[in-house]
Structure formats: structure tokens, C-alpha cells
């Protein structure tokens, strides 16, 4: 594909609604990535680092 | 993970990259190698050239080792340029790359990346401390200390893409960032190892930290980066993934495994990688400086910044020695003197802990796209998390162990002997960090992106750089390691 069809493409392609199991991908990283940084901030708080 | 080694227009062999990453190994593994056998006091490698800061031009090259003085500086210089030719030459004839083009290229690139370095060492640019600009005789100075000698690399490199796209043209054989951090960055193992065979506590408690930047990139930036950019620019789950990857992981590599494994056409990521590569170079000018600003007092937070912020290998580890220089050179000037090394190890450990991932990342977005989205025969298999990882991290994690192992485990006669060993590895890193900045700027050509009409991608970086990647990495970097400074100079 040449490069004004990507530059077409970028500016002219029809929107594509965000389906559940996108939805479902982008909570699910959320809610993992916060949940574990709460748990690594724990670990960070009981175990800091030694010098 | 790594940076771009192709212009927007070029096209890619992405079987290559595989072969790039064991080559990076094994020239990594011949320097560090060769280094060691210094430990027996034959010294294989003490010819090669080093830079001082200088006012006279004629005192500026040396050759590492004492036993070669006989070189010179100039002799030292050309050894180097030979040594690294003959090798690479030979690298890139394994990689199918025309040898001729490439050694004619890689002159003119060493040339100037050089020629760089050596004008980033000059007095005026580099001396940091009122004792260095007396012993030079100087009013002022830039005090950029000589790895400012980077920026200088960048900005030729940068002059030259926009200015003489005819000349960066001519070039591009040997320009191959990607190779030359890799390579470096099996190198640093052996740096980064008896940097931490100092304080063994402080380095595992560095790693115990390296799980939040894998946290951060894959769980926090992807998801929200990829909501802005379906959600709020409309784009389209194709270009999303991989402008997702490239922003919140580590460029071309990140894009390019994750637009594989969604099944996206390949001018896709390699378009996405193009940008990350640009915004890169923005962020290593920017960044560093304003961590030494506002971060001077906190330099490991500064370190773990740097690495979670820049989104290519070879500008986040580069970006992290400049930062590790402007913070001691600021320290330095109020009388407090870091150990070197603890800055880009931190940099380092937070970039290679998010590299080993992309394999995997790659496989779960695989996974989903052919069991829910784009369903199809031809389903991801979990081999490919083997195929997609970054080979070259297995050297750097070989150099690391074997060092440590020669630091703490073996006699002390070894383990006395290992750091002038890993400081003669360590020239040639700072070699191959010279012609990755080069490199980097040669292949930045802004005017020709602008061009190609890329505004609304440049829009998403933009929006999550700003608004989001650098200020959580910050808030991230701060909780982890604020009030832990590196241990001082005894």
C-alpha cells in the first residue's frame, strides 16, 4: 500500500465502535495493572530498598 | 523495545530481526570476551581509543591501556575504526547486507559520530566543576560533561536527515541503531554487573522494582493508550494496537510483534515505528535535561523516569547515561559524588525488565484477535512468544551473570582484576552508544513525516506522552525509588 492511500486511510476511515471484548481487554489491563501496583506498592512500603 | 532501523518508506524484513538480535549477541560476547582475558594480564583490547575532556585538540585521544601508548591517539583511533569494521562488516554480511556499501557507510558514519564525540568532549562543552574549569583555564562552560558528546551525535545526525536527505540517503547501509544498542546493550552486563556486585542489596532491590515498569507499560499505558486512540481519534483497531504498542512498550519491535500477531498489514507498524522514533529523539533532548533540573536530588527516580518515559532501546538507554552524567555533574558541583553506573543501571533493569514481555503481550493480542475478533484458521500459537523475544536480552543477562558470578564467587584476585576488565568492554559500549545517537538523528527526518501527513498519529503520541505516559511514569518512578539515592564515591 503506497503512502498517500495510508495518509487517505488515516484521514478518511470509517469509525470502528469498540466491541466488548475490546472493552473487556482494556478494564480487565486496568484493573489487573492497578491491583498489582497497589500490591507492589506494599511490597515497596514492607521491603524498601536497601542500601 | 528497540528502535527503528528503516525510513517511513522502506520496507522491512522482519525475519532479519532475528538474525539482528543473535548477531548483537555474539558481537557483544566477543567484546566482553576479549575484555576478560585482561584478567590473565594479556590485554587484547587496550588499543582501543578513548576520548578525555580537552582544550588541545592533540590531548584528547588515547589509547585505553597504558601498554599501547606507543599507538597514540590517532593510531588508537584508526585501530578502532578498523576493528569495528572488519567485525561489523563481516555481522552484516551475515545478515544478507551488501558489505561493500556498508563499509564505504559505516566510514563516513564513524567519521562523523566520532568527529561528534570528540567535539562534545572539547573543555568548553563538557568540564563540569569549578576544579575542571580551572585546570582548563575556563570562565564558563556548558557542563554538559563529555557524554554531551551524544547530543552532539544526535543533532549531526539530525542535521544531516533534514538538510542532506541525499547524504542520509548515501548512508543508510550502515545506519542500524538497532544493531549497535543491542550490542551495547550486552556490553553494559558486565558494567551494570560490578556495579552491583558493590552493593548487592541495592541491585535486588533495583530488580524487585523493574516488575512495576512491566506493570506500568503493559497493564496502565497500553489499555489507556489504545481507549484514546479508538475512543477519542477514531482510529481503527489495525493502527491502534500498534500506535498502543509503540507508545506504551518500547517501538518498533513492540509494534511490529503486535502487529503481526493482530494479522496487521506490515506498513502499519513500520509507519507507527517511524513516529516513536521521532518523538524519541524530542524526549532524549528534552528529558534528561529536566530531570537534571528537578530530579538532581533523586536520582534514581530520575533513572527509573527516563527508562519508563523514552520508548526506544536505544534512546532510553542512551537518554539514561546522559541523565546519569548531568545529575552527577550537578551533584558534583555541590559536593556530593555519586558512584558511577547507578543511574543507567536503573534505566537499564527498568527497560530490559519491559522488553522480556512483548513476546508474551504479543501472544495474549493474538490470542484474543483470532479467537473473538478477526476469527479465522490460522489461530496464534504460543510458540511465537519464543519467536518474538528479544534474543539480545539473553546476552546482556549471560555478560551480567558471568561478571557478577567473577565479582562475588570467584577469587579475589579475579574479582580485583574484573573492573579494568569490564572498563575496556566498556569503551566499546560507549562506541556503539555513539552510533546509536547518530544513527538515531540520520534516520529523524521530521520535514518528510510532516510531509507524509501523519499529523492525527503525531496527535495520539502527543496526547498520551504528555498527558499521561510522563507524568504516571513519574508518579510511578517517585513511589518506587524516591529517597534512595546511589551509593557515594568512598
Known sequence: MSQPDLKNEINAAAVEPLLPIEKKLIGWSLGLGIGLLIILIGINHFFPIKL | ?490
Open chain 2, 1 to 490: 523495545m528497540s528502535d527503528l532501523a528503516v525510513k517511513v518508506s522502506e520496507p522491512i524484513a522482519l525475519k532479519a530481526r532475528l538474525n539482528e538480535d543473535w548477531l548483537a549477541v555474539v558481537i557483544g560476547l566477543a567484546v566482553f570476551g576479549l575484555a576478560l582475558v585482561s584478567i590473565s594480564g594479556a590485554d587484547l583490547l587496550g588499543w582501543a581509543v578513548t576520548t578525555s575532556v580537552y582544550t588541545d585538540l592533540a590531548q584528547a585521544l588515547n589509547p585505553f591501556a597504558k601498554a599501547y601508548a606507543w599507538l597514540g591517539g590517532g593510531g588508537a583511533l584508526v585501530a578502532t575504526y578498523a576493528a569495528l569494521l572488519v567485525v561489523l562488516s563481516l555481522g552484516v554480511s551475515t545478515l544478507g547486507g551488501d558489505v561493500r556499501k556498508f563499509a564505504i557507510a559505516f566510514t563516513a558514519v564513524f567519521a562523523i559520530a566520532y568527529a561528534s564525540w570528540i567535539l562534545g568532549s572539547y573543555a568548553y562543552i563538557a568540564a563540569v566543576t569549578p576544579a575542571e574549569q580551572q585546570k582548563f583555564g575556563l570562565a564558563w562552560s556548558l557542563k554538559l560533561t563529555n557524554e554531551g558528546g551524544f547530543i552532539v551525535a544526535l543533532l549531526s545526525g539530525l542535521v544531516i536527515a533534514n538538510f542532506f536527505p541525499r547524504l542520509a540517503d548515501w548512508l543508510k547501509e550502515a545506519i542500524r541503531p538497532e544493531l549497535y544498542i543491542k550490542i551495547a546493550i550486552v556490553i553494559l552486563g558486565a558494567t551494570v554487573a560490578v556495579t552491583a556486585a558493590g552493593r548487592l542489596n541495592l541491585a535486588s532491590s533495583l530488580l524487585l522494582r523493574g516488575a512495576a515498569a512491566i506493570v506500568e507499560a503493559y497493564l496502565i499505558y497500553w489499555a489507556v493508550i489504545y481507549y484514546i486512540s479508538r475512543k477519542w481519534f477514531g482510529f481503527s483497531r489495525e493502527w491502534s494496537v500498534p500506535l498502543a504498542s509503540g507508545i506504551s512498550i518500547c517501538g518498533v519491535a513492540a509494534a511490529i510483534a503486535t502487529g503481526g500477531a493482530i494479522r496487521a498489514r506490515p506498513a502499519v507498524p513500520i509507519l507507527v515505528s517511524s513516529l516513536v522514533v521521532v518523538f524519541a529523539v524530542v524526549e532524549v533532548l528534552i528529558l534528561p535535561f529536566l530531570a537534571q533540573t528537578f530530579l538532581w536530588q533523586e536520582p534514581l527516580v530520575a533513572g527509573a523516569w527516563i527508562g519508563l518515559a523514552i520508548k526506544t532501546d536505544g534512546a532510553a538507554v542512551a537518554g539514561g547515561g546522559i541523565t546519569e552524567s548531568l545529575i552527577m555533574a550537578k551533584a558534583a558541583a555541590e559536593g556530593i559524588k555519586y558512584q558511577p553506573g547507578w543511574i543507567l543501571a536503573t534505566t537499564t533493569t527498568v527497560k530490559i525488565f519491559i522488553d522480556i514481555f512483548i513476546g508474551v503481550w504479543a501472544f495474549i493480542l493474538g490470542y484474543i484477535w483470532t479467537n473473538h475478533i478477526d476469527k479465522g484458521p490460522d489461530k496464534a500459537k504460543p510458540a511465537e512468544i519464543w519467536q518474538r523475544f528479544p534474543k539480545f536480552i539473553l546476552g546482556f543477562l549471560f555478560v551480567f551473570a558471568v561478571s557478577l558470578w567473577l565479582a562475588v564467587g570467584s577469587t579475589p584476585e579475579i574479582a580485583k582484576a574484573l573492573p579494568v576488565a569490564a572498563g575496556e568492554a566498556n569503551i566499546f559500549r560507549v562506541i556503539f552508544f555513539i552510533l546509536t545517537f547518530f544513527s538515531i538523528g540520520v534516520m529523524s527526518d521530521f520535514r518528510k513525516l510532516w510531509q507524509q501527513g501523519f499529523g492525527k498519529l503525531a496527535a495520539v503520541y502527543f496526547v498520551s506522552l504528555f498527558g499521561f505516559v510522563i507524568w504516571v511514569g513519574l508518579l510511578i518512578s517517585w513511589l518506587f525509588f524516591s529517597g534512595f539515592k546511589p551509593p557515594l564515591v568512598s
